[in-house]
């Protein structure tokens, strides 16, 4: 079965960190552009980083630049998301997602979503 994971959310204080895994299950993700996404409920979804698979090169929303990155770790078929310096306008619920792809997007269509994990930012 085809699954992505994710995990490491939770609550945290602003200026704390939370690292976000997102495990792959029923295919690899070598050639798969991978991104990490955040939506609330009645907002729009932003795409806040992706990483490619080609070269590893990386993409992060300008919200984001300087505190988040995102990284891969093929062998362990899993993307990850270290989160440092939060913020509460950063609680939302943050989704990973795989893209067959060389080059990531964050506009791009993506194959596979997980399930989200709720990131809240509060002190």
């Known amino acids: 079965q085809v699954q992505l994971v994710e995990s490491g959310g939770g609550l945290v204080q602003p200026g704390g960190s939370l690292r976000l895994s997102c495990a792959a299950t029923g295919f690899t993700l070598d050639d798969y552009a991978l991104g990490w996404f955040r939506q609330a409920p009645g907002k729009e979804r932003e795409g806040v980083s992706c990483i490619s698979s080609s070269d590893g090169s990386t993409y992060y929303a300008e919200s984001v630049k300087g505190r988040f990155t995102i990284s891969r770790d093929n062998a362990k078929n899993t993307l990850y998301l270290q989160m440092n310096n939060l913020k509460p306008e950063d609680t939302d619920v943050y989704y990973c997602?795989?893209?067959?792809?060389?080059?990531?997007?964050?506009?791009?269509?993506?194959?596979?979503w997980g399930q989200g994990t709720q990131v809240t930012v509060s002190s």
């Open positions: 997602a795989a893209e067959i792809a060389s080059i990531c997007l964050v506009e791009g269509v993506y194959d596979y």
